[in-house]
């Protein structure tokens, strides 16, 4: 209305210490309310959103966490170059392509900060890194971010099966860092529910199955990927990617796509075929190749032939950014 002033903007709650989140938490549940929680590190796209709006679809309430997890980088990975902007997620959450906005947006500090380090967030941590690197790895030889910033954090969450090929390959703390992590969270904001987008289909099943075995009480709920219109698989690592990079690294999308028409065609389920094929077309495009495996979709066990539900997992370098992507094939 002309000489009136726009409405205020309604922006989520944010709630930075884990004793106020707990008594959040309670408050909704004396009120009858059922929660459900979406994890995220940051730097929100339209992928996080749809979480989002699914989540809202699922629980009264709606927690979103933003926080960069040091427990699951190594030293040598890019913790201190992880893309962040609070005040654009935020913005993002005060209103989800028009439903109502997230009511609250758990944002710590430091989750591994136990009164021994003083007050500090994780880039605070980085900065320390390169000076704790030189006392080299601890004994167990498997060294985290935490390790290195000395917290005094030695308990970790491990789901021994799952967690040991695909990104556990190249990535020994990942899994451990993330199971870790989310632990903390449903310990903290107690959900009903956790959202989590398929793109990530290892962390989804590792999650599911620490679910079970733990017998915790919140239902596990996997999202589709959502992908950008050219078919790249959205990513908050994708603004890293140069103009060419991100031409080129359309090639993990489309040979995914075409593997899954190969098999639905009929033309091929030999797993090595197929895998020939999707390395082919990444390292012609200028990938270099983390892995390529066709796996169980349960069990995320390596196939020889198509002949049950599986997944195609993709791990490829494009400049300096590692992306990841896949494809369910119903067998």
């Known amino acids: 209305m002309e000489g009136g002033s726009a409405a205020p903007e309604e922006l989520p709650e944010i709630?930075?210490?884990?004793?106020?989140?707990?008594k959040w938490s309670r408050a909704m549940r004396c009120r009858g309310k059922t929660i459900a929680l979406v994890p995220t590190m940051g730097y929100l796209h339209q992928g996080h959103l749809s979480l989002v709006e699914k989540a809202q679809s699922l629980a009264d309430v709606v927690v979103v966490s933003i926080y960069v997890n040091p427990g699951q980088f190594s030293p040598s990975e890019d913790l201190s170059t992880y893309p962040s902007d609070f005040?654009?997620?935020?913005?993002?959450?005060?209103?989800?392509?028009?439903?109502?906005?997230?009511?609250?947006?758990?944002?710590?500090?430091?989750?591994?900060?136990?009164?021994?380090?003083?007050?500090?967030?994780?880039?605070?941590?980085?900065?320390e890194l390169s000076e704790?690197?030189?006392?080299?790895?601890?004994?167990?030889?498997?060294?985290?971010?935490?390790?290195?910033?000395?917290?005094?954090?030695?308990?970790?969450?491990?789901?021994?099966?799952?967690?040991?090929?695909?990104?556990?390959?190249?990535?020994?703390?990942f899994f451990r860092g993330v199971a870790t992590v989310v632990t903390k969270l449903?310990?903290?904001?107690?959900?009903?529910?956790?959202?989590?987008?398929?793109?990530?289909?290892?962390?989804?099943?590792?999650?599911?199955?620490?679910?079970?075995?733990?017998?915790?009480?919140?239902?596990?709920?996997?999202?589709?990927?959502?992908?950008?219109?050219?078919?790249?698989?959205?990513?908050?690592?994708?603004?890293?990617?140069?103009?060419?990079?991100?031409?080129?690294?359309?090639?993990?999308?489309?040979?995914?796509?075409?593997?899954?028409?190969?098999?639905?065609?009929?033309?091929?389920?030999?797993?090595s075929d197929l895998r020939?094929?999707?390395?082919?077309?990444?390292?012609?495009?200028?990938?270099?190749?983390d892995y390529v495996e066709i796996v169980d979709q349960e069990s995320l066990e390596t196939l020889g032939e198509v002949d049950r539900p599986v997944v195609i997992c993709i791990a490829a370098w494009f400049g300096n950014v590692r992306l990841i992507d896949n494809i369910e094939i119903s067998g």
Not at 89 to 97: N, Y
Not at 162 to 172: D, K, T, Y
Request: charged share 30%; with cysteine.
């Open 186 to 271: 449903f310990n903290i904001v107690d959900p009903d529910m956790a959202v989590f987008g398929k793109k990530d289909y290892q962390q989804w099943r590792v999650i599911q199955r620490m679910v079970r075995d733990l017998d915790f009480g919140v239902r596990i709920v996997g999202c589709d990927i959502t992908r950008e219109q050219d078919g790249l698989a959205m990513s908050s690592r994708n603004v890293r990617l140069s103009p060419e990079d991100r031409g080129k690294a359309l090639s993990i999308s489309r040979s995914l796509f075409q593997a899954k028409s190969l098999v639905e065609r009929g033309q091929t389920t030999n797993c």
């Open 87 to 127: 005040h654009g997620d935020i913005r993002k959450l005060g209103s989800v392509s028009g439903c109502r906005r997230v009511d609250a947006v758990f944002h710590p500090h430091n989750l591994y900060d136990y009164g021994n380090i003083g007050r500090k967030g994780e880039r605070d941590i980085v900065e």
């Open 132 to 173: 704790e690197r030189e006392k080299g790895p601890p004994a167990s030889g498997v060294s985290s971010c935490v390790e290195e910033m000395g917290a005094g954090h030695e308990t970790w969450v491990k789901v021994e099966r799952l967690e040991r090929g695909l990104c556990g390959m190249s990535r020994p703390v």
């Open 15 to 22: 709630i930075t210490n884990k004793d106020e989140m707990r």
């Open 276 to 289: 020939g094929t999707l390395v082919q077309a990444i390292s012609g495009a200028g990938g270099k190749i």
